[in-house]
């Protein structure tokens, strides 16, 4: 039986006007790490390349997540090389090998080559850590770590779009239409 070949993704980048061909890491790739959210807030801020970091918490069980992750994946793509960083933060149980694998599996489907962690507190803890009561929420860190922005569906009166998230990025990186 031979092995079977790995496929590289690619993205073409215009910089500074020069298209250049980025190689993405291959599917195979993605990885969903466990993490405690104070080593996630550590990495976040060791990240001394990125101007902010956009982060998604997301999971499996959540039709708006699923739905919405698209719009994380094509940030990615299109502000990565302006200075955007951006990671996942799964509230999936990590104790439950089934909702980590259907975890993992939506995220190669996705093509999340970015950073993927899942909180490693149960579930309650987790949400007691973001500071949330609902997900799908996002929040921006500023380079040194800090959380600058978040949009949440907290507030029934006021719910964000992944429209307002971009908007925000775009204003942060001086990214002119």
Known sequence: ?????????????ALGGIAAVVAARPADEIKLTPMKYDAFLARIAANKEAKFTLVDAWATWCAPCKE??????EMHRKYGPKGLAVASVSLDDPEKPKALEEARKFLKEKGATFLNVVLDHEMDEAFGKLNIQAIPAV????????EIKRFTLDDVNNQFTYEQVEK??????????
């Open 1 to 13: 039986m031979t092995k079977p070949s790995r496929l590289l993704a690619f993205s073409l980048v």
């Open 68 to 73: 919405n992750f698209p719009h994380l994946v």
């Open 139 to 146: 929040f921006l860190f500023g380079p040194d770590g800090k």
């Open 168 to 177: 925000e990025v775009r204003a942060r990186l001086g990214v002119k239409d």
